[in-house]
């Protein structure tokens, strides 16, 4: 029986729907969580966005990594850097 075959019907709706065994967003290096953050401001040409949380607190964020990083897209970030737009503005 395969890892998949063995996971519970809610565990394989967590990974396909995020890509993460267990529906979060955990790096497979350090286990720290991406957390998703809005844009508020980007600015493209230094490749930087400030963004905010859900609970108002702001920081800046390495952006190169990602296109449509403009203010209202939600981003999937992780030691600072977006790793992808989980939600286009």
Do not use: K, N
Not at 12 to 33: K, L, M, N, V, W
Not at 59 to 73: C, N
């Amino acid at each position: 029986m395969s890892d998949v075959e063995r996971m519970s019907e809610p565990a394989r709706t967590a990974e396909r729907d995020t890509g993460f065994p267990d529906g979060q967003y955990h790096c497979i290096t350090c286990s720290d969580e991406g957390r998703p953050l809005t844009v508020v401001a980007a600015d493209a040409e230094r490749g930087l966005a400030l963004c905010e949380d859900a609970d108002g607190a702001r920081s800046s964020v390495e952006i190169a990594l990602v296109d449509g990083a403009r203010s209202g897209a939600v981003l999937l970030v992780h030691a600072g850097t977006a790793l992808t737009v989980l939600e286009p503005a």
